[in-house]
């Protein structure tokens, strides 16, 4: 049994105590509670399992897991450890099988998870071999549920949690589908090392204050201000939110000039503005939609960028952020050619969000030596409901809100 040691203080969760960030008991705890308890980890894209056969290696948390399609068209996911001495099952990245063996010493699953051979079972010439009584039924990795929302695969090892529509929320549902509402292919994808706990960058993605002050990018442009039309929607539970924004020209003021903030900077002209056109997909008119699930999920969509992003804790003071990018499958050549251009606006190198890729270990740099003493999450209120405005940090008190619960250091106990 892992024992909690994070004293929660203050009012709501508008003060996080900066210990959630380096305890490595913390981190353990989360790995059984959250990602291994009643939540859905993102696994994959339904896309990039195309046929019977094909599968990915992916993570819910730090365990790994083995996602792949079978025969019967169904997606089947399962732990990728051997149940003999537990090495990886699946070592590629992604392939075609039809089945799977352990290089180790070569005992055998299908692609449901199933056990179905080990080695010289029955010994060699009479000698050695596994006992009678050995039932290869009774042994095998972890099986996860499997659920599908709009080509978003996602698994759980949890019975309890709610199915994934009602996971999600109508709210949040009907925000997914308005990108994902067709097809899609996979354009490009990378990899990015953060130096920090993965929670500061699932706050940092909740974060619509930060986004036009930390990125010059998007405010010298004109992406995003706090100034144009937008707003931030949480969902009940507070673990799932969309921030969106319009580009609106008519929307540029001093506010920022008048604060002498660092982000609006009229020294900075691209030579190349084509980076920035694009084409309207959508009669809304929203031109940037960030969106995130419990714990690790992130769908994008800056202008015509698309993309979902899996966040991943590799120990306490580390992360995986996978990015994997997408175009429909139905897009014209020019389409295509702007999403592959704009998405030099994300990613490690990003022209907005490789800001997003230091700032995380700015804070775990920061805060050593101070485990005793909190951040200030207040901006807004100590609420975390939805916004209309996107100067507050109510997504980022929802994120803890839901955190808490999953982690049984909900306020009552800390009365
Ligand atoms: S560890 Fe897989 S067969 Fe031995
Ligand atoms: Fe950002």
Same mark, same amino acid.
């Given at each position: 049994m892992i024992e909690q040691v994070i004293q929660w203080k203050g009012a709501g969760n508008t003060r996080i105590p900066y210990a959630l960030y380096v305890d490595g008991q913390t981190g353990a705890l989360e790995q059984e509670r959250i990602f291994r308890g009643e939540v859905w980890n993102y696994l994959c894209l339904a896309a990039e399992l195309p046929e019977a056969?094909?599968?990915?290696?992916?993570?819910? #948390?730090?365990?790994?897991?083995?996602?792949? %399609?079978?025969?019967?068209?169904?997606?089947?996911?399962?732990? @990728?450890?051997?149940?003999?001495?537990?090495?990886?099952?699946?070592l590629e990245k992604s392939g075609k099988a039809d089945n799977f063996q352990c290089v180790y010493h070569a005992w055998s699953y299908n692609r449901q998870g199933d056990l179905t051979g080990v080695a010289f079972e029955k010994g060699v010439k009479g000698q050695g071999g596994m006992p009678e009584h050995f039932c290869k039924k009774e042994h095998g990795? %972890?099986?996860? !549920?499997?659920? &599908? +929302?709009?080509?978003l695969v996602f698994g759980s090892f949890s019975e309890d949690v709610?199915?994934?529509?009602?996971?999600?929320?109508?709210?949040?549902?009907?925000?997914?589908?308005? $990108?994902?509402?067709?097809?899609?292919? $996979?354009?490009? !994808?990378? =990899?990015?090392?953060?130096? @920090?706990?993965?929670?500061?960058? /699932?706050?940092?993605?909740?974060?619509?204050y930060h986004a036009s002050l930390l990125h010059? +990018?998007?405010?010298? +442009?004109?992406?995003? !201000?706090?100034?144009?039309?937008?707003?931030?929607? *949480?969902?009940?539970?507070?673990?799932h939110?969309?921030?969106?924004?319009?580009?609106?020209?008519?929307?540029?003021?001093? &506010?920022?000039?008048d604060q002498a903030i660092r982000s609006d900077n009229e020294q900075y002209r691209l030579r190349d503005p084509s980076v920035l056109s694009g084409f309207k997909e959508h009669d809304d008119g929203v031109t940037l939609q960030i969106l995130s699930v419990f714990p690790g999920f992130v769908l994008q969509q800056i202008q015509n960028c698309l993309a979902v992003r899996q966040v991943l804790p590799k120990g306490i003071h580390r992360t995986e952020l996978n990015w994997t990018y997408i175009g429909y499958a139905d897009d014209t050549a020019e389409q295509r050619k702007v999403r592959l251009k704009q998405a030099n606006l994300?990613?490690?190198?990003? +022209?907005?969000?490789m800001e997003d890729?230091? $700032?995380?270990?700015? *804070?775990? %740099?920061?805060?050593?030596?101070?485990?005793? /003493?909190?951040?200030?999450?207040?901006?807004?209120?100590?609420?975390? #409901?939805?916004?209309?405005?996107?100067? &507050?940090? &109510?997504?980022?008190?929802?994120?803890?809100?839901?955190? %808490?619960?999953?982690?049984?250091? =909900?306020?009552?106990?800390?009365?």
């Open positions: 056969g094909s599968y990915r290696t992916s993570f819910a #948390g730090e365990t790994p897991v083995v996602v792949v %399609r079978d025969s019967d068209d169904e997606i089947y996911a399962f732990e @990728n450890r051997c149940a003999h001495r537990g090495a990886l099952i699946a990795p %972890r099986k996860l !549920r499997v659920a &599908t +929302f709009c080509g709610p199915d994934i529509e009602d996971y999600l929320g109508a709210e949040i549902c009907e925000r997914i589908e308005r $990108v994902l509402h067709k097809p899609v292919e $996979v354009i490009g !994808r990378f =990899t990015q090392a953060l130096p @920090n706990n993965w929670k500061l960058y /699932m706050e940092n993605v909740k974060d619509s010059m +990018f998007f405010t010298t +442009f004109e992406l995003n !201000r706090l100034s144009q039309k937008g707003g931030v929607i *949480v969902d009940e539970t507070g673990g939110h969309v921030s969106f924004s319009v580009i609106d020209p008519g929307a540029k003021d001093d &506010t920022y000039k994300v990613g490690p190198a990003g +022209f907005i969000s890729g230091a $700032v995380g270990g700015f *804070v775990q %740099r920061g805060i050593a030596g101070a485990t005793d /003493m909190e951040a200030v999450v207040e901006m807004g209120g100590d609420h975390s #409901g939805s916004s209309e405005g996107r100067a &507050t940090e &109510t997504s980022v008190r929802g994120f803890w809100k839901v955190y %808490r619960q999953h982690m049984g250091q =909900t306020q009552e106990d800390k009365a």
